[in-house]
């Protein structure tokens, strides 16, 4: 999935935020909370994967950039 950082951060700061305005613990706001949470948890993941070079990326630089990288 090809989505901006800012866009990430979005999506991210929305889920939370809805997370936190989630009042009572009936069994549809707990299912619901979880999902959310899963989310949350598949977004950052996703997020800190599109941080890290891939390793045929970096493969594909000059030894200067290897380096740096």
Do not use: H, V, Y
């Not at 999902?35 to 990326?57: F, G, H, T, V, Y």
């Amino acid at each position: 999935m090809a989505l901006s950082k800012r866009t990430f951060e979005t999506i991210l700061d929305l889920i939370e935020n809805k997370i936190s305005c989630m009042e009572g613990w009936d069994q549809t706001t707990a299912r619901e909370r979880a999902k959310l949470e899963a989310c949350r948890r598949e977004l950052i993941n996703e997020c800190e994967q599109q941080q890290q070079p891939d390793s045929s990326e970096i493969d594909s630089l000059s030894p200067e950039a290897q380096q740096q990288a």
